[in-house]
């Protein structure tokens, strides 16, 4: 089963699933491309495709799918939806903020948690978490989507810990950045247009989480730049990671693209 099957991360593990044989449950909101990815899948590999349209953030419709899960066999769980919020956090409306908590953090935990009985009682089966290294520190510009990862990074590690010993394994993707949607439905498409972020392909990221969660590591953190943005994120005190944040990538977080001044306050 994959999370966010209708674009980036998630169509690229789709495929990648696929391609080993097995069949798939696809969840997103675009019921028209959950449709053609699985005519596309079905007719190149072979398998059998099911999607649900389901809008993870909708409390009803989410707790369906999870009964669902919770009666399927269901061997890997690839819990990967998500979207950011870019800019000031007063500026966004506060439903939003509040469903961007709802499909990055609590869709992942109702997923996870209705899927780790069956897993459990048959001693096999895979969840890979798609964390961030947006989750490794705050993140001004996207307090809420780097909040929200630092859940997934912080539960999925934990869960990977937790299941030691047993047949079932948990694995945290944290990828820094690529080249995906993410960045238009936050509204700052321009910060694809910056090279030195090095960008990574969404099947260069499926394939290494794919490969980490097969050889059941605790954490994939694909990419140089990834690595260095964790790297920094846990090491770097506060009071030398935010100014140069604030030199480097917070100015790319404002949508329109507008230089945060210092006058704006949490910037300053
Ligand atoms: N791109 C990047 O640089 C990075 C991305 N990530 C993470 O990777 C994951 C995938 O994102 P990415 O592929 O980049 O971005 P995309 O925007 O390309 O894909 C996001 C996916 O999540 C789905 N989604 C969003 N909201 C909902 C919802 N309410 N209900 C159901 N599905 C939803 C979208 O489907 P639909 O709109 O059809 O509902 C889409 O399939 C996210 O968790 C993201 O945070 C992590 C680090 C870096
Ligand atoms: C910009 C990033 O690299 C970040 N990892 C993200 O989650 O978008």
């Avoid at 495709?49 to 919770?70: I, Y």
């Avoid at 859940?151 to 993707?173: D, K, P």
């Avoid at 846990?234 to 100015?251: G, I, K, Q, T």
């Amino acid at each position: 089963m994959v999370t966010g099957a209708s674009s980036g991360i998630g169509t690229a593990l789709a495929r990648r699933l696929a391609g080993q044989g097995y069949d798939l449950l696809l969840v997103a909101r675009r019921a028209d491309r959950l449709a053609a990815l699985a005519t596309e899948l079905r007719e190149t590999y072979r398998v059998g495709v099911d999607v649900r349209p389901v809008d993870l953030a909708d409390r009803t419709a989410r707790d369906a799918l999870a009964t669902e899960l919770a009666g399927r066999d269901i061997a890997v769980l690839c819990a990967n939806a998500g979207f950011s919020s870019c800019g000031h956090l007063r500026d966004h409306d506060p439903a939003q903020l509040a469903r961007e908590v709802e499909v990055n953090v609590v869709a992942v935990h109702q997923l996870a948690t209705a899927v780790l009985p069956g897993m459990l009682a048959r001693d096999r089966g895979g969840i890979l978490v798609t964390g961030s290294t947006a989750g490794e520190q705050p993140v001004p510009m996207a307090a809420t989507y780097g909040a929200t990862k630092a859940f997934l990074n912080s539960f999925s590690q934990a869960l990977h810990e937790e299941l030691r010993g047993t047949g079932v394994r948990c694995t945290l993707l944290a990828p820094g950045p690529v080249r995906t949607e993410l960045y238009d439905v936050a509204g700052v498409p321009g910060i694809r247009k910056h090279r030195w972020l090095r960008w990574l392909t969404p099947d260069q990221v499926a394939a290494a989480g794919l490969a980490g969660l097969a050889a059941n590591r605790r954490e994939v953190v694909p990419g140089v730049v990834a690595k260095a943005q964790a790297w920094s994120g846990r090491h770097l005190p506060r009071w030398l990671l935010f100014p140069a944040m604030r030199r480097s990538v917070l100015p790319l977080l404002v949508p329109g693209g507008r230089r945060p001044e210092p006058r704006d306050g949490v910037l300053s």
